[in-house]
């Protein structure tokens, strides 16, 4: 039996407006080494994943290539590429330098606390229909806003999820589907479930990732992240220590 071929592409592009700062978020520095580390790592140790596709902006290719490729000895990367204008640019450039393989692994650079287990539920569930994405049920009501900003709707809670990443399809149904979608607007795209979706018809899987899965967006989120890789610092020094 021929073993599965999965991708990870990493998207790591984004100019992190909301960061407040001249260094991108993705490029920022955790406890000593930059966001986008953490991603790769988990990656680079999974043995799901058997090439990474790193999606950057052209002026970062070689400080990504040189400054983390290469300094953290990230052999599974295989290429770093130019990304697009928007985030489904880069993802459609990352589809095509894909090299032959079954499944892809789409993944924020900016999310730095990606785990084996989440990689692991989210292939289990792709492999359900050929396409699944990470998420968490919300914790918060939602309320879904009219033109004039008032209150719409309120969808029931227990039924609402806030979409993370990885997001997993199988290579063939998502290359297709951003094919499909580019011959359209697609200013409203916002996550590759949505272009399967539309395009396909496929029913996209659930899996649960993680509470603490989150995205790099602002200021607040490094304290947050930071706090993070703190307790799991003291978790790992008293697990060592019975």
């Not at 953290?72 to 204008?85: D, L, N, P, Q, R």
């Not at 730095?112 to 989210?122: A, S, Y």
């Not at 996550?191 to 509470?211: H, I, N, P, W």
Request: glycine share 8%.
């Amino acid at each position: 039996m021929e073993k599965i071929k999965c991708t990870a592409i990493v998207l790591a592009a984004g100019q992190g407006k909301r960061m407040n700062s001249k260094i991108q978020k993705q490029f920022l520095m955790l406890q000593g080494r930059p966001v986008l580390y953490y991603s790769l790592r988990c990656f680079q140790e999974s043995p799901l994943i058997q090439e990474i596709i790193l999606v950057t902006g052209e002026e970062s290719i070689t400080y990504c290539a040189q400054e983390i490729v290469e300094k953290f000895e990230f052999t599974k990367v295989s290429k770093v590429i130019a990304g697009g204008k928007e985030r489904y640019d880069s993802v459609y450039e990352g589809l095509l330098a894909c090299g032959t393989c079954d499944y892809v692994f789409i993944h924020d650079g900016a999310r730095p606390f990606i785990t084996e287990d989440i990689l692991e539920r989210g292939f289990v569930g792709a492999q359900e229909t050929g396409a699944c994405v990470i998420g968490m049920p919300s914790k918060d009501t939602v309320k879904l806003a009219d033109p004039q900003g008032f209150v719409g709707e309120t969808p029931e809670r227990s039924r609402v999820w806030t979409i993370q990443t990885p997001q997993i399809f199988s290579y063939p149904l998502i290359r297709k589907a951003h094919e499909s979608i580019r011959c359209r607007d697609m200013s409203g795209i916002t996550d590759d479930a949505m272009v399967v979706e539309q395009e396909t018809g496929v029913k996209v899987r659930l899996e649960e990732g993680s509470y603490q899965n989150i995205k790099i967006t602002t200021p607040e989120d490094m304290a947050v992240a930071e706090a993070f890789l703190r307790q799991e610092k003291i978790c790992k020094k008293t697990k060592n220590m019975c």
